[in-house]
């Protein structure tokens, strides 16, 4: 429902141009005297009132007095429209809570502008204020205390336990006080977490450059003269708030912004692990006999990285690439690959051709380069002999290496078309015999070691 505004002017001339501009976004009233604005006031539930400052019988300031006195209406917020040339007594509107001065005559949009800001003002923000001497309190309270909720307290202590229960929005800090002074106070709020952005402005009658620089190096926004210009004091800190709020805001949609990028990030990154593993899967389907033979692979190349002292991203990434590393099966007929007897030279050479199908095939995945090492150079050898490309020592990819290991490992720990289960020492010694020729030796220690581990010979379950 559209927000309620209350136009308030002697002249019919300028009630109508306001209620022309208006009426499209707001639900428009017009009074043409003071009295029949706080009547209308008193009966209608009304957003906001534009206040013209220069009315004959009752002005202005007399009406937004008489606002302020009535509890029934005195929460309503004001604006008030001067005229240019005019000298308008400002700090006594905005000590009674006028929220903004409009100059007569306004750009329609402009004045769109302020109004839509104005009625956007939610909630009145807490301040605290902290200062000795209770005329200042009270002369602070007075200032500010229509369009804030103010807590005055007057020693450092009583502040800093206020703010054990309570969150204001901002502080306001007289410098100089007995016992505990205003930068030791700041001091102490800065160390609470939930209080260290609050913004601090101190209150002094100082006005040397020392005192200046220590106020902004203890961390305060800004400081404020005593004597205090209450229109200087409501702007500062109107600004200020302003500011705050807006940076609290921009900080939330932040955080907001971040939660979601991290859970599409875990949903994009669960999708790829599935579709891995169904990838991993598919290939283990194709051979009726080595079923589960990548995940096993993928398995043991997780351990050997673990041992090998990878960190968990590397260790998960490996895993897949164990995964992977039989992908280039799919191209391979499968009655070669589930062949009882002895294969042919030509199908001998047709099924050492996986090793390049798989590379073909995983080359499309851009965005992980290192994702298809694993499936093209597993069947190398570290002295060079092994296939596709002949990759001798560390020019062969430290994955595949890893992989070589694991792979070899699982072909004689499980069950063959041709053979049963090699006996787990026969396993060990072929893995022995291999290194530095067929494996890495460093990888093959680790092999060794997890052999050795596995006492009761079930790593290949
Ligand atoms: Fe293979």
């Known amino acids: 429902m559209a927000e309620r505004i209350l136009v308030i002017d002697d002249d019919i001339v300028n009630l109508k141009i306001a209620e022309h501009v208006l009426e499209k976004d707001y639900n428009v009233t017009c009074a043409k005297s003071g009295m029949e ?14 206040l013209d400052l220069y009315m004959p019988e009752m002005n202005g300031m007399d009406v937004l007095a008489k606002i302020r006195e009535d509890a029934s209406i005195s929460a309503v917020k004001v604006v008030i429209l001067t005229s240019s040339g005019m000298k308008t007594d ?19 949009t402009e004045f ?76 102490k709020i800065r160390e609470q977490d939930n209080l260290s952005d609050i913004p601090v402005v101190f209150l002094t009658a100082d006005n040397d450059r020392k005192t200046e620089i220590d106020i902004f ?39 907001r912004k971040t939660a979601e990028l991290r859970e599409s990030n875990r949903k994009v990154t669960n999708v790829l692990s599935q579709m891995i593993m169904a990838l991993g899967s598919a290939i283990d389907a194709k051979d009726a006999y080595t079923n589960g033979h990548s995940e096993r692979v993928a398995r043991y190349s997780g351990e050997l990285a673990r041992r ?85 020592g560390e020019d062969i990819p430290e994955v595949a290496r890893i992989i070589c290991v694991a792979d070899a490992y699982d072909t004689m720990t499980s069950k063959r078309v041709y053979r049963d289960i090699l006996p787990q020492k026969v396993a060990r010694d072929e893995i022995l015999k291999g290194r530095g020729t067929q494996f890495d030796p460093v990888i093959a220690d680790y092999m060794l070691e997890m052999i050795d581990e596995d006492t009761e010979y079930q790593l290949h379950e």
């Open 90 to 108: 400002v700090t006594e509107a905005i000590r009674l809570g006028a929220l903004d001065f409009i100059k007569k005559p306004f750009f329609p």
């Open 308 to 392: 090998m002292g990878k960190s968990t991203q590397e260790i998960n990434d490996i895993y897949y690439i164990g995964l992977l590393h039989d992908i280039g099966k799919i191209g391979i007929p499968d009655y070669i690959i589930n062949k009882a007897g002895k294969l042919t030279e030509e199908e001998y050479e047709l099924i050492k051709n996986h090793p390049n199908i798989g590379a073909d095939i995983l080359s499309s995945i851009t965005e992980m380069p290192g994702i298809s090492f694993g499936a093209h150079w597993h069947h190398e050898r570290f002295d060079g002999k092994g296939y596709p490309d002949g990759l001798a």
């Open 217 to 255: 190096k203890a961390g305060a926004m800004d400081f404020i003269q005593k004597p205090f210009i209450a229109e200087v004091v409501i702007q500062r800190i109107s600004r200020i708030l302003e500011l705050y709020h807006y940076q609290k805001s921009l900080q939330q949609e932040v955080d």
């Open 112 to 187: 769109l502008d302020r109004i839509k800001k104005v009625l956007n003002i939610a909630k009145k923000d807490n301040i605290l204020v902290v200062d000795d001497d209770k005329m200042n309190l009270a002369i602070v309270h007075k200032m500010l205390g229509i369009r804030y909720d103010v807590t005055c307290v007057s020693s450092g202590m009583d502040a800093i336990s206020y703010l054990n229960n309570n969150v204001p929005d901002m502080i306001l800090l007289d410098l100089h006080m007995p016992e505990m002074n205003g930068l030791e106070v700041l001091e």
């Open 37 to 50: 604005g706080i009547d209308i006031l008193k009966s209608n539930d009304i957003d906001l009132v534009l």
